[in-house]
């Protein structure tokens, strides 16, 4: 069973800022960061250290959704409001850049190969640049298209799952739509380490084959 492979688990009792996780990182220096919905989480391995809205005057809510590291060490870090912060050194510090976004919960963030962020929210996929920000989508009638899921795809750019608009494969300003599940509501979305993309949907898995698994 599960517990010979000897699982822990942490609340709020032991330190956690909340009991509904929404994603988890790891940082070069070997801090485990934890996002939920009643703050962010460092974990050192044995206590937490958290952040919140209440301590901490630069996160718009204690509500955080998504995690992504970047270069340098960097973590960014997403809202339930809408918005990304990003705390590199210790501190945490608004990016003016973001300031653009819309006011819709980001669900998800990720690094692409090149270093590049990417933010997926409710109403739109957003490619962090040099000077602000590019909103990148297959047509311009899916720019607000409700994100669920980044992933960083091995061979450049990233993977995106929509909730209604299908999947997307996006590299730098340009994105396409490729072959989805038969009215998928889409959830989340991976590579396998043979090529094949999995994705799942409401009520199945899928993966590129078409072969599809009822959850």
Same mark, same amino acid.
């Given at each position: 069973?599960?517990?010979?492979?000897?699982?822990?688990?942490?609340?709020?009792?032991?330190?956690?800022?909340?009991?509904?996780?929404?994603?988890?990182?790891?940082?070069?220096?070997?801090?485990?960061?934890?996002?939920?919905?009643?703050?962010?989480?460092?974990?050192?391995?044995?206590?937490?250290?958290?952040?919140?809205?209440?301590?901490?005057?630069?996160?718009?809510?204690?509500?955080?959704?998504?995690? &992504?590291?970047?270069?340098?060490?960097?973590?960014?870090?997403?809202?339930?409001?809408?918005?990304?912060?990003?705390?590199?050194?210790?501190?945490?510090?608004?990016?003016?850049?973001?300031?653009?976004?819309?006011?819709?919960?980001?669900?998800?963030?990720?690094?692409?190969?090149?270093?590049?962020?990417?933010?997926?929210?409710?109403?739109?996929?957003?490619?962090?640049?040099?000077?602000?920000?590019?909103?990148?989508?297959?047509?311009?009638?899916?720019?607000?298209?409700?994100?669920?899921?980044?992933?960083?795809?091995?061979?450049?750019?990233?993977?995106?799952?929509?909730?209604?608009?299908?999947?997307?494969?996006?590299?730098?300003?340009?994105?396409?739509?490729?072959?989805? &599940?038969?009215?998928?509501?889409?959830?989340?979305?991976?590579?396998?380490?043979?090529?094949?993309?999995?994705?799942?949907?409401?009520?199945?898995?899928?993966?590129?084959?078409?072969?599809?698994?009822?959850?």
């Amino acid at each position: 069973g599960l517990a010979q492979l000897g699982f822990e688990s942490w609340t709020t009792e032991q330190g956690l800022a909340g009991n509904w996780v929404t994603d988890i990182a790891e940082t070069p220096d070997g801090f485990l960061w934890i996002a939920t919905s009643g703050g962010l989480s460092r974990f050192d391995g044995r206590q937490f250290r958290n952040f919140t809205a209440v301590d901490h005057a630069e996160l718009p809510t204690s509500q955080v959704t998504a995690l &992504a590291v970047g270069t340098e060490g960097k973590l960014w870090i997403g809202f339930e409001t809408g918005g990304v912060r990003v705390l590199r050194e210790g501190r945490i510090a608004t990016d003016p850049r973001f300031a653009a976004l819309p006011p819709a919960p980001v669900a998800s963030l990720v690094v692409d190969s090149e270093g590049t962020l990417w933010v997926g929210t409710e109403k739109g996929l957003f490619r962090a640049t040099s000077s602000g920000l590019e909103n990148v989508a297959p047509s311009m009638r899916e720019r607000s298209a409700e994100i669920r899921r980044l992933n960083r795809a091995p061979e450049g750019g990233i993977w995106v799952r929509t909730r209604l608009d299908g999947i997307w494969r996006a590299r730098r300003e340009s994105a396409t739509r490729i072959e989805d &599940a038969p009215e998928c509501i889409g959830h989340d979305i991976s590579e396998l380490a043979d090529g094949r993309l999995v994705t799942t949907c409401a009520s199945t898995i899928s993966s590129s084959s078409q072969t599809m698994v009822p959850i």
